[in-house]
């Protein structure tokens, strides 16, 4: 009976490690990608995407592994940046698999940064440096960049909220230019937004 208790307990334990294992090297696998579309950043004219976020589904190895074949494809179209919490992403066009593997994709076809309301939606992740998980530690005041490599629009964090997946109001367009930042809560059933309020653009400068 004790060699049968010493054998789950082991086999528990074994069990969690690797599934504690599994998730932190997802997550760096999505720095990694991350980090590689950044550093080698070559923006991109698209001209079709996928805008359906109910239709996201949970980052898995597949996206993360199948998306580094690729990279050079990726619509992208800027960076975001938000240098208290660490995050640095590139911003891509859509919600593909692919794009939400390596970034933040944008909600809307049309949307402009610096204009309207700019929406952005990515990944939760239980990593405080990986895809938005970064999120979940932003406070109001802090400031979010987005840049076109024409410019960068300073945005100021003026609000956080949790709502249901049905507040797609969260994506109304304003007349004053916003940012809104959309990620999944800690049990993937709820949304976090972050909104902000446009303060400053400048012309872009490469650091």
């Excluded at 528990?12 to 950043?41: C, M, P, R």
């Excluded at 895809?131 to 629009?153: A, E, N, R």
Aim: charge should be negative; proline fraction near 6%.
């Amino acid at each position: 009976m004790r060699r049968i208790r010493f054998g789950l307990g082991l086999f528990f334990i074994l069990v969690g490690f690797l599934l504690i294992s599994n998730t932190w090297w997802k997550d760096q696998v999505a720095v990694s990608n991350s980090q590689h579309v950044t550093e080698g950043l070559q923006l991109q004219q698209p001209s079709e995407g996928t805008f359906d976020f109910s239709a996201v589904n949970p980052l898995s190895w597949n996206d993360l592994v199948t998306v580094r074949n690729r990279f050079h494809e990726l619509p992208t179209i800027g960076l975001i940046s938000v240098p208290e919490i660490a995050l640095e992403l590139p911003i891509l066009y859509g919600l593909d698999a692919d794009n939400l593997a390596v970034g933040a994709g944008t909600m809307r076809p049309t949307q402009q940064m610096g204009v309207g309301n700019y929406a952005l939606a990515g990944h939760y992740t239980q990593s405080p440096t990986s895809l938005f998980g970064p999120l979940h530690k932003i406070q109001t005041g802090m400031s979010v960049y987005v840049t076109d490599l024409t410019h960068t629009y300073e945005y100021v964090v003026t609000s956080l909220e949790t709502v249901p997946p049905s507040r797609i109001d969260v994506l109304d367009e304003t007349i004053d230019p916003t940012i809104t930042l959309i990620t999944c809560t800690f049990d993937a059933t709820e949304r976090l937004i972050v909104k902000g309020k446009l303060t400053k653009t400048t012309p872009y400068t490469s650091h």
